[in-house]
């Protein structure tokens, strides 16, 4: 699988947007969300919500072994009871994050 680095996009971003104002990048969230919903419409795609993007993002950051509190400082969940929403984890996904740790 072909990956983006995070932190150099990050980095990137730096330079187009302030971010002394706590901003990466520099487009207001009900923009985002407008250009989402706008794009589900032309592309046909019925029943996706923005917020689906943070459920999945959070469950696969579960997958790949992240702790509660790493994965809270990603989502920004408070606490481990919001956070237990958004977690589809197999028992099976646990086995496997347990034998590439011990390997």
């Not at 919903?37 to 696969?60: G, N, V």
């Not at 790493?70 to 606490?79: E, I, P, R, W, Y």
Request: with cysteine.
């Amino acid at each position: 699988m072909s990956g983006y680095d995070a932190c150099k996009i990050i980095e990137e971003q730096g330079c187009f947007s302030n971010i002394r104002e706590g901003r990466i990048f520099p487009y207001k969230g009900r923009s985002v969300g407008t250009a989402f919903r706008r794009q589900c419409r032309e592309l046909k795609i019925a029943d996706l919500h923005f917020h689906d993007l943070r459920h999945e993002a959070t469950s696969r950051l579960f997958e790949a072994g992240f702790s509660i509190e790493q994965v809270a400082l990603v989502t920004g969940h408070k606490d481990w009871t919001m956070l237990r929403r958004y977690t589809h984890l197999k028992p099976e996904t646990l086995h496997q994050i347990r034998a590439t740790r011990m390997a």
